[in-house]
């Protein structure tokens, strides 16, 4: 699947981020846990925003100034607008876009495991290196023993995953400007992972 797939998948099934059911905790803990480290708090960007606005809300409480959003799903971005009307929305593929600024914080949960499996590496150097110094990053990532790519259809459409492991994305890491502050497992026993990374 090419990401323009995935944006047509997610088109689908924004009812499931709009059910009462929908967690929006899911995620949080760890971005507060981020959060401790950002000593910076003017810009912001959500990769993969999608429609709930969790993350903007908390992001824009914790002080943060302009929090941007970027995601493939038209639908998605269009129920965002609706519930914040002020912040900036970009309609875009993140193998393909280009960040308009520099970030003191940058999210990236649950998104860019749909993106190609060997373009790893570039995206998550674009997204350090589109951190102001200093800045922070956490993205989430399928903490598997080795790279891995699939295809399923729980949410209904398929959607395709991918992740370069646990011990790829500390490889990817290292190779880039950046320190590595937290590795953790959130949803146990699930390998669902996050990292917390600080530009140098």
């Not at 959060?35 to 925003?49: E, I, K, P, T, Y």
């Not at 570039?122 to 699939?150: C, R």
């Amino acid at each position: 699947m090419n990401p323009s797939d995935i944006g047509k998948a997610y088109d689908q099934i924004t009812h499931l981020w709009q059910s009462d059911e929908f967690d929006r905790t899911n995620g949080i803990a760890a971005h507060h846990r981020a959060l401790q480290f950002a000593s910076n708090r003017h810009a912001a960007l959500d990769v993969g925003c999608g429609c709930t606005g969790r993350f903007a809300d908390l992001l824009l409480d914790a002080g943060f100034h302009d929090v941007d959003g970027v995601d493939i799903s038209e639908k998605m971005l269009s129920l965002a607008r609706q519930r914040h009307p002020d912040m900036q929305f970009y309609c875009a593929d993140i193998c393909q876009w280009e960040l308009p600024g520099f970030y003191d914080f940058i999210t990236a949960w649950d998104s860019i495991w749909h993106i190609p499996l060997q373009e790893h590496p570039q995206i998550i150097a674009k997204l350090v290196n589109g951190l102001n110094p200093a800045g922070i990053l956490i993205f989430s990532f399928g903490g598997t023993d080795a790279p891995d790519e699939h295809q399923n259809n729980l949410m209904g459409p398929d959607v395709y995953y991918s992740t370069p492991g646990t011990e790829g994305v500390r490889e990817i890491l290292q190779t880039l400007d950046c320190s590595i502050l937290h590795i953790g497992y959130d949803q146990h026993p699930e390998t669902h992972a996050y990292v917390i990374v600080q530009r140098g």
